[in-house]
């Protein structure tokens, strides 16, 4: 019997483990005033948007917008504590109370404002497709359908064109990789003739190799990129939601774009209006 | 359950793929593993280092980091291609040369230690009747040495069975990635999925772990 | 004058000129593999040192690769107890006299052994937020770990107290000690250095296996190598080149410590023979990724 003691103990040390988050009710206005501290998502390896650098600290849109945001709810730079964000765990996070907010390159989606709440948008995207810099036979996202192209698991992009093409073009021409990083390689290397994703994510790449990739340019769906809070937290929404307007107003934003983006920046040439709900 | 029912086509698919990389990468890695102990026991300093390297490398190196160097590394860099045309069997053949040479270090280290068992009275014999290193290794020890590893051998597949799965980190749609996808798909028979697959698994490594204990009593050579 | 061995005879005059000419041309050989590799990298500007300075500035290390072997490590350790706890349990359980004990026992252990590890954690990701827990990539990772090495180690556990001679639990049961007591003061202390190589591969097993969480993204040694740093320096067959080495240390360090105990404990003390130890064995030890 005390055998089955043992196990019970273990049982309980084991839910233990898993449990112990707290999913704090409150809104993030409150939080900041209060603690004049925030955890938020980004994404640490997305060159222009969420990138951790060797110095320690974070550079990118994302980490701009995420540090204006804050300081206008009364949160010091130090007091920001960046966590990595990926895709697949954008909502997970934000339900249960391990960020406060997300700035990840985060879609404004129907499907996930069922879970959680957004700020903004304070940019509009859409997907669209690089290229080989010399390579014009790819024009459009129909010219996909004999190319091969490279996408990141767990990201909604190669869902999309699988969803175009078909099952049997997916099996032939689409690969996933760990990451839109190591898609790079494979294009460069002609293993693969386009990447697919939003034109932001693709841009912040390139913009590290002039010269070596190009954007075509023909985004062919929108992609709204929101700040993602809890649900049913309105005062968060419309506070975040007055940073981000004054964010456009003040010039942040341009200034923000240009430094992160380089040349591509050219492809954002005006900030978008913002949705409250 | 339904979700099972419904997407069985495609775990039957998934498995079939999973089956293919264990028994290609399976077949490959044999070979290539016993010219490994094979190197590994030769008069040769040479061949008995690059073994020797060889196996404390792909031993020591997870195999996660293997696959993704295939994957990358090999294509992007040595320009080793196999299909031009369908991403997919590129993938496949790539991810299988990351698991058989993964796969012949341990065979390597298996077979070496079937030919330890081997008494020292049948090399020295076969030394006497003038056979060579070669001979010696092909006609006396060798087959001694793995009918005594059979069980290990057997273990060494199971892992093999299993390890495709790491093939997903570069997106080969075997079991581990298909169930993620229909998590995706079907969120809330995620624990009918995971058993579904867990089944298909179960009945791959079972059958495979009796039939080679079974063949391990039958074929021990008899001292 | 070269060593005899049973496979081959002390080489004569012409089997050392026949193995010179052998080694020569192997190693022509060998060197001719190493040189088209090298070439290839080349081609593709894999040797610019660019590509490779980042490894010598401290921050590089400090900032992006060492916080991932941190991860690698804490996910390791925890699921390292945890899996020994998983382990003894199991493996114990797996000995009682008890049928309702035994067969669950034994049916978990199978189980768990037989699914691979990328789907046990998974299905910990998903499943997880099924059941409205928290499940962090580090959880998930962790909970694939302890199951499968658990499963492993309890098999391990098993054949180690097996192995322990009858004589000795038999002379406990006849100066009047329960089940309970023969195997806790007698059998578990001289099976577990009987076992020690075989726990320690087995974990060394585990620290490897560490590296699926960059499947799901977990921020682990090979995360830093593949993603975070490449990200910065676009460095990506370099940064996994460095990664990899840094994994065969660590490994290599672990495994000659596997080695040296060994040894020390059958100096030490006249210990039933070590237990399946990697290699001959029916165990997956040391097999696995």
């Known amino acids: 019997m005390r055998f089955g003691a043992c196990l019970l103990a273990l049982a309980a040390m084991a839910t233990g483990l898993t449990a112990c988050g707290n999913s704090a009710a409150g809104s993030i206005v409150d939080k900041a005033k209060n603690d004049k501290k925030l955890v938020i998502g980004i994404k640490i390896d997305q060159p222009g948007w969420g990138l951790k650098k060797p110095d320690g600290g974070y550079a990118g849109m994302d980490v701009d917008v995420a540090k204006y945001v804050a300081k206008e709810l009364g949160v010091p730079e130090s007091g920001i504590t960046f966590k990595e964000a990926q895709s697949a765990n954008r909502e997970p996070f934000i339900q249960q109370g391990q960020v406060d907010m997300v700035v990840a390159t985060y879609s404004i989606t129907d499907e996930r404002k069922k879970k959680i709440s957004f700020a903004g948008p304070y940019l509009v995207t859409g997907q669209d497709i690089l290229v080989r810099a010399d390579d014009t036979t790819i024009t459009d996202v129909e010219s996909l359908k004999d190319k091969k192209v490279c996408g990141a698991q767990g990201s909604s992009s190669p869902k999309r064109l699988a969803d175009k093409f078909g099952t049997e073009w997916e099996s032939k021409n689409l690969t996933q990789q760990q990451g839109y990083g190591a898609c790079l390689p494979l294009l460069e290397n002609k293993q693969v003739d386009a990447i697919s994703t939003d034109a932001t994510i693709l841009a912040g790449f390139a913009a590290q190799f002039p010269g070596k990739f190009k954007l075509v340019g023909k985004p062919f769906s929108t992609e709204k990129y929101g700040v993602g809070i809890k649900m049913d937290d309105k005062s968060g929404r419309d506070a975040i939601n007055t940073a981000i307007e004054k964010m456009f107003k003040d010039g942040t934003w341009r200034k923000s774009i240009d430094a992160n983006l380089g040349e591509f920046g050219k492809f954002f040439s005006s900030p978008p209006s913002v949705e409250r709900y | 359950m339904e979700a099972v029912v419904e997407e069985l086509p495609v775990i039957l698919q998934a498995f079939w793929l999973t089956v293919k990389l264990a028994v290609i990468s399976g077949l490959i890695s044999l070979v290539w593993g016993v010219v490994l102990a094979a190197m590994r026991v030769s008069p040769l300093p040479v061949l008995r280092g690059a073994g020797t390297v060889y196996v404390n490398i792909l031993r020591n190196t997870p195999l996660t980091l293997i696959i993704v160097f295939c994957g990358l590394g090999l294509g992007t860099v040595m320009n080793v291609q196999f299909s031009s045309d369908d991403l997919s069997v590129n993938n496949f053949w790539l991810s299988t040369i990351g698991l058989s040479a993964y796969t012949a270090a341990f065979v390597c280290e298996v077979v070496r230690s079937g030919v330890n068992t081997v008494p020292l009275g049948q090399a020295e014999a076969a030394r006497s009747i003038g056979l060579t290193f070669l001979q010696t290794l092909r006609l006396v020890i060798l087959p001694q040495a793995v009918r005594a590893v059979i069980a290990p051998l057997g273990t060494v597949l199971n892992a093999l069975i299993k390890n495709t799965t790491v093939a997903a980190a570069i997106g080969v749609a075997e079991a581990a990635l298909r169930m993620k996808n229909m998590f995706d798909a079907h969120g809330d028979a995620i624990i009918p999925i995971f058993l579904g697959f867990a089944a298909g698994f179960v009945i791959l490594t079972l059958p495979i772990g009796l039939l080679f204990g079974r063949l391990a009593q039958r074929m021990a050579v008899a001292r | 004058m070269t060593q005899a061995t049973v496979l081959y005879d002390a080489p004569g005059p012409r089997s050392r000129m026949r193995n010179n000419v052998l080694t020569l041309a192997f190693g022509v050989v060998l060197l001719l593999v190493a040189y088209v590799v090298w070439a290839k990298f080349d081609a593709k500007g894999q040797w610019d040192g660019k590509l490779w300075r980042p490894f010598i ?158 499947v799901v993204a977990y921020a682990d040694l090979l995360n830093a190598g593949a993603r975070v740093v490449p990200a910065n320096f676009f460095n990506l067959i370099p940064s996994v080149i460095v990664v990899a080495a840094l994994y065969i240390a660590i490994n290599l360090a672990l495994g000659y410590l596997a080695t040296r105990l060994e040894r020390r404990s059958r100096r030490s003390r006249k210990a039933p023979a070590a237990i399946a130890a990697p290699g001959i064995a029916g165990d997956e030890v040391a097999v696995a990724r």
């Open chain 3, 57 to 214: 500035q401290a921050d590089t290390w400090t900032e992006l690769i060492l916080p991932g072997l941190r991860n690698t490590l804490s996910a390791a350790a925890v699921a390292a107890v945890l899996a020994l706890v998983f382990g003894a349990v199991f493996g114990i359980a797996r000995l009682s006299d008890h049928r309702w004990v035994r067969v669950p026992a034994g049916v978990v252990v199978e189980l768990f052994r037989a699914i691979p590890l990328l789907m046990l954690i998974f299905f910990a990701q998903y499943g997880g937020s099924l059941a409205g827990l928290i499940v962090t990539e580090f959880t998930a990772v962790v909970f694939g770990l302890t199951l499968y090495n658990g499963s492993v180690l309890a098999e391990i556990v098993r054949a180690g107290i097996r192995a322990v001679p009858r004589g000795q639990s038999e002379a406990g049961y006849a100066t009047g000690l329960r089940k309970n007591q023969v195997m806790r003061l007698i059998l578990l202390p001289q099976a577990v250095t009987a076992m020690l190589p075989a726990i320690i591969s087995q974990l060394v097993v585990l620290l490897k296996d560490t590296a699926l969480g960059f």
